[in-house]
């Protein structure tokens, strides 16, 4: 067992009840305010830990950390360290703030320099991300969307059980949660038998999703196995990859998503390592057929991670519309990290790999309004009394997520974003 993760332990931080953030999570971020520079801080209950000061007074000399590297806006300083030293950098933390452990504990004023409200704090993007990949890897959603657009008989494309499909997208816009994104313009063909036109698009969709944060990787040239991909995997957050599926239908053939997707895409703000996620490991779903053997993988890759996705209305009305989990994704994250570095591509520390969205068997587990509506010929009705096919101007969509098992609870916040009218 990976130390910080002992589901006995207990803080002398206060920690509210069902909170997302116990001592056994500690997830990494970014914060700041008017008097503290952009550091890098562990969330815990309602608090802030300050690493960069933390370390300036000495609690982390056995860590192979200094306060340099917490002294920055975003968490790839810490991370070029890789994996064990962050996972010893989790554990040093947890053990001081154990409920057992007197030498932070019994300094008030040492506690006022390194504790801060999450109120009284500014939370700002997390990595600075390089390369962006994202995966489609759900085979419900891949089913559900290929019985919409192509033969139903037929809806799996015959590489889908055979690779993770991917493409490469916009790293320079994705943005953090809180941040509101406009409704984006492109061409549009209205039906098949007029033009294409220019317009704002009419079907601006959320895409539920996980995301994965690495390491550095290897050389160019060189592959991460299965086996070996767990070492380059820093942590996970929620992910909407907002997409414009009217924009997107008339532009993917040939090569794929452009602007129907790149336009936005938002990720919450704390980096949960995959080290606190461990204990949630499950079985992935059976895969046949038979993988190949670049593919083929040892232990449990999938996490029971629960997922809920509420549409806000008038600032004020949420409307659950969807209860998904992170374990029924087909493809598991060793196997897309596997697969994308197969052909040598090197990845590098602070890229981002989005799962693709998530949906299940059921209809209120699917991961877009283009499933939960059936593209928009079934309506969902929001608290509000109002409908919806897709997103509208004005409306918040909110990711949740977490992980629960005997008792101890490992979330990763709120994921929320407004829609505002194009620009």
């Known amino acids: 067992m990976i130390a910080a993760n002992n589901p006995n332990l207990k803080s002398w931080v206060s920690v509210p009840e069902n909170s997302d953030f116990p001592i056994q999570n500690l997830p990494f971020g970014i914060i700041g305010n008017h008097i503290l520079s952009k550091r890098v801080s562990v969330r815990i209950g309602d608090y802030a830990l300050d690493l960069k000061v933390l370390a300036e007074l000495g609690y982390l000399k056995e860590t192979g950390f200094d306060s340099s590297d917490f002294d920055a806006p975003f968490l790839n300083p810490m991370m070029k360290k890789g994996k064990l030293a962050v996972r010893g950098l989790r554990n040093r933390i947890s053990e001081l703030l154990l409920d057992s452990s007197t030498s932070l504990q019994n300094n008030p004023s040492q506690i006022e320099q390194v504790l801060h409200l999450i109120s009284a704090v500014e939370v700002s993007m997390p990595v600075e991300i390089g390369d962006y990949t994202d995966f489609y890897s759900s085979k419900e959603h891949a089913t ?27 790293a320079s816009s994705i943005v953090l949660s809180g941040q509101d994104i406009h409704r984006p313009k492109g061409q549009i063909k209205p039906s098949a038998d007029e033009d294409p036109i220019f317009t704002p698009s009419r079907q601006v969709d959320f895409e539920l999703e996980m995301a994965f944060i690495t390491f550095d990787g290897k050389p160019l040239g060189d592959s991460i196995s299965t086996e070996e991909a767990d070492s380059y995997i820093f942590g996970l957050c929620l992910f909407n990859d907002w997409s414009a599926r009217d924009i997107q239908a008339w532009e993917y053939v040939p090569l794929g998503p452009f602007l129907g997707k790149n336009f936005a895409s938002s990720i919450s703000a704390w980096i949960v390592t995959l080290d606190a996620l461990e204990p949630f490991s499950v079985e992935s779903p059976e895969q046949n057929p038979k993988v190949l053997p670049y593919l083929e993988f040892d232990g449990k890759k999938a996490y029971d991670i629960q997922l809920q996705v509420g549409i806000l209305t ?39 790999l989005g799962s693709g969205t998530i949906s299940g068997k059921s209809e209120d587990s699917f991961g877009s309004m283009l499933e939960l509506t059936w593209r928009g010929t079934k309506p969902l009705k929001v608290k509000d009394g109002s409908e919806r096919k897709f997103i509208n101007d004005g409306d918040s969509v909110i990711m949740r997520g977490h992980s629960e098992l005997n008792g101890i609870r490992i979330g990763f916040g709120e994921l929320s974003s407004k829609l505002l009218p194009a620009k």
């Open 144 to 170: 559900n969307v290929g019985m919409m657009f192509r033969d139903p008989a037929n809806a799996l494309l015959p590489n889908w059980l055979w690779i993770p499909v991917a493409y490469h997208g916009r």
């Open 314 to 352: 008038n600032n004020k009305d949420e409307t659950v519309v969807c209860n998904s989990n992170f374990k029924y994704m087909y493809w598991n994250m060793a196997q897309q990290l596997a697969h994308h570095t197969s052909n040598g591509c090197n990845i590098r520390c602070g890229d981002l």
